[in-house]
């Protein structure tokens, strides 16, 4: 009998072992892999903006999967798949077909209005949804795609923001604007032109350059010799470090300087080489300032600890746009876009920038704009 008993107890504990090993592996086997897409320049004069924004899907995705989640009864993990557009119109709808036929689950960009608006019908004729968490041309959501969304304020309203400030503020009678023709820098300087003459603002001169350039001589010489009161510049901080650095060089030091959110980074300083017309610098974003953001001290020693020294301005929103993808699958019980894409405009989201729903169109129900200054050669907001 004793021999019996320890037999039985011996197969009792196999059994067991082997239920537990079952359990184990059937667990293991409901582990489906999510990839959500990060589509933006990582190569080139602005990758360090691309790679910022590329930061924040990381982090989100990190975070998403320490909290273990279930959707649609398997156990979800998510993994980046990331693409550089090389901020080229023709790269990115290539990233975007690309994007398509992989099947991922989702995409957080892109960053440039020029590659975001091509790249946009891209998605809309496969049903990818994609969010862009820097692209501020209106023409981004203005064809209605159910696709397409963006995360912070558009061109109207930065553009409209800073003519006020130079008016009201600064008492700006003269300006002089460029731009680099690309889809965001026209957009937005022309947003600036249209409110700035409304309210009374004189426009001495339209110049136009590319966001390739490095040389503006030729185009600050023919500005000085009409003498305004500020220069307002449509593009990226990659042509708008160098331009400052040759203001101060050809004695344009108190001119002051307007532009958008693509200038307004913590690299520009560096990209002037410390020029001092930065101090004169007034540039606009769409959201709040991340000391303001609502959780955003925190989440930005996160940032600095993993990423350091890298932060520039939309990993925030990257973040946030990662975790609103998540939330409408959470929301739809689906990870399949054709299911969830639905629910990402009733989203109802407290993000880090801000609490996210949007309008039909895919704009934010409630935009903010923060105004920046450079004092000391760090960043500093206004408002």
Not at 278 to 288: L, S
Request: aromatic share 8%; proline share 4%.
């Amino acid at each position: 009998m004793q021999k019996k008993s320890l037999f039985t107890g011996s197969l009792h504990l196999t059994a067991a072992a082997a239920l537990t090993l079952c359990a184990s592996l059937a667990h293991a086997q409901d582990v489906q892999t999510v990839r959500i897409a990060h589509a933006g320049p990582t190569s080139g004069g602005i990758a360090h903006i691309g790679k910022d924004t590329e930061n924040g899907v990381r982090m989100a995705i990190d975070d998403l999967n320490a909290q273990g989640p279930v959707i649609g009864g398997k156990r979800i993990k998510f993994e980046l798949a990331a693409e550089d557009d090389a901020g080229e119109p023709r790269q990115a709808t290539a990233v975007a077909q690309k994007l398509c036929d992989s099947k991922v689950a989702g995409v957080v960009g892109h960053l440039q209005s020029g590659t975001t608006i091509p790249a946009s019908s891209i998605y809309n004729k496969c049903g990818l949804p994609h969010i862009t968490a820097a692209a501020t041309n209106p023409d981004v959501t203005k064809r209605g795609f159910n696709t397409t969304y963006r995360l912070i304020a558009n061109d109207n309203a930065l553009g409209a923001a800073l003519a006020y400030f130079a008016h009201d503020a600064l008492k700006i009678k003269t300006v002089a604007v460029i731009d680099d023709r690309t889809a965001y820098g026209q957009g937005l300087a022309d947003v600036f032109k249209a409110t700035a003459e409304q309210k009374g603002i004189q426009v001495l001169a339209m110049e136009y350059t590319n966001d390739k350039a490095t040389d503006f001589t030729a185009i600050l010489t023919a500005i000085k010799a009409k003498k305004p009161d500020a220069i307002f510049y449509g593009g990226l901080d990659a042509q708008a470090g160098p331009m400052l650095r040759q203001m101060e060089q050809l004695g344009l030091a108190n001119v002051k300087y307007f532009g958008g959110d693509a200038m307004c980074t913590e690299k520009l300083v560096e990209l002037s080489s410390k020029a001092g017309t930065v101090k004169n610098v007034t540039c606009a974003t769409g959201g709040a300032s991340v000391q303001k953001m609502q959780g955003g001290a925190e989440w930005k020693k996160k940032y600095d600890a993993r990423f350091p020294g890298q932060f520039q301005i939309y990993s925030p929103y990257a973040y946030d746009a990662t975790f609103v993808l998540v939330d409408a699958m959470k929301r739809a019980n689906s990870v399949d876009p054709q299911v969830y894409v639905p629910f990402i405009g009733k989203t109802q989201f407290k993000g880090i920038t801000a609490n996210i729903a949007f309008t039909p169109k895919g704009e934010l129900t409630a935009p903010a704009v923060t105004l920046y200054t450079y004092k000391d050669n760090v960043r500093a907001a206004l408002n």
